[in-house]
């Protein structure tokens, strides 16, 4: 048997029957290659910039205009996730909804662009939904190449990668669209990126698919650090919120932003603070009351962080000169 093996042998060695080492492959015969080295030096440096090119009514929080509902929202949801962070290790966070239609990608694009704003604070926002993708639509940006071109292998992971210029904010888009997305990222590839670009970024924060619709960011929650659940006011039924926090399995539920509420619901109570800190109206224009806002609720977050952000509109009481003893007695209660 020696002989048949050193013949074997020299007959690979002479180009004459390939190499028993195979590649591992992906879904098309690719295979995901990361960088060499701990950190993966230098691989930003050849990732390319592209101006920032938001629509109009993407809805996206704006640095210029720092004294609107919306940005000081997301500044207080920055704040509580950084305080975590002091006391655990959160590197990247996965934002879902229930179902369809409750602004889950645009709390993404918001939270990251928030964070982004931090000196030094890089931020990585990845569109891991494969089936809606949307996060490019949100910046101006081509949908790919992406994460599943990375995956395939197809490109190198600095070509999956665009830089905002003139910001600290990174945008990983989808790529092209697979039929399998699941089985994607059920790839050891996906892992290995995952616990990779911390290396490279302050905060991963990754959109995904809906809970009650796709198994995908159940698979992405026990990759994830941590996992912010998104539900609209008047959208979100309680039986949704239930189902979806059950399956998640306690896979470190960050908190619940609440999105859908009106800027009169959120200042109800600091009217004075609001309109001392807020430029007047000729200086900055006003938007449209309406406007987006968000805000994690207190059950999820730690005791230490800041004062909730959504405070419920108290109803004007009546005028003294009219009001009866009854009900004083029933407003105390």
């Known amino acids: 048997m ?9 007959a690979e060695q002479a180009g004459q029957f390939p190499s028993t080492q195979a590649r591992p492959t992906g879904p098309r015969g690719g295979a995901a290659v990361l960088e060499s080295g701990p950190n993966m030096s230098g691989l930003l440096e050849l990732v390319k910039e592209i101006p920032f090119r938001a629509p109009t009514d993407s809805l996206l929080i704006n640095a210029s205009r720092p004294h609107e509902a919306p940005m000081e929202e997301f500044r207080t949801l920055r704040t509580r996730l950084n305080h975590m962070k002091s006391l655990q290790p959160i590197h990247n966070v996965m ?5 369809p239609a409750e602004g889950k990608s645009l709390s993404a694009a918001n939270l990251a662009l928030a964070q982004s704003h931090l000196n030094g604070n890089t931020t990585l926002l990845a569109d891991f939904d494969f089936r809606r993708l949307i996060v490019h639509t949100l910046f101006g940006v081509d949908r790919g190449p992406g994460i599943t071109d ?11 990668i665009r830089k905002v210029q003139g910001t600290d904010l990174y945008i990983m888009p989808a790529g092209e669209a697979v039929i399998n997305p699941l089985e994607l990222l059920n790839l050891r590839e996906v892992k290995q990126l995952l616990d990779r670009l911390p290396s490279l970024f302050q905060w991963v924060i990754m959109d995904s698919p809906p809970l009650l619709f796709a198994a995908d960011a159940n698979l992405l929650s026990t990759m994830s650090h941590g996992t912010l659940l998104v539900v609209r006011i008047g ?10 926090m059950q399956s998640l399995c306690n896979n470190n539920v960050l ?34 009351p309406e406007s987006f806002s968000a805000a994690p609720a207190a059950e999820e977050v730690h005791a ?13 009481a009546p005028p003294p000169a009219r009001a009866s003893r009854s009900n004083r007695l029933d407003d105390d209660e």
């Open 150 to 160: 990375y995956l395939q292998g197809k490109i190198p992971l600095h070509e999956a």
């Open 304 to 316: 230490e962080a800041a004062p909730e952000a959504v405070v419920e509109s108290q109803p004007e």
């Open 235 to 244: 959208h979100t039924t309680i039986d949704s919120v239930t189902r979806a």
């Open 95 to 99: 934002v879902t909804s229930a179902s």
């Open 2 to 10: 020696s002989r048949v093996h050193d013949a074997l042998r020299r």
């Open 255 to 288: 908190g619940i932003v609440v999105n859908g509420a009106r800027r009169g619901e959120l200042y109800s109570k600091y009217t004075y603070y609001h309109s001392y800190y807020t430029p007047k109206e000729e200086d900055v224009p006003v938007e449209d």
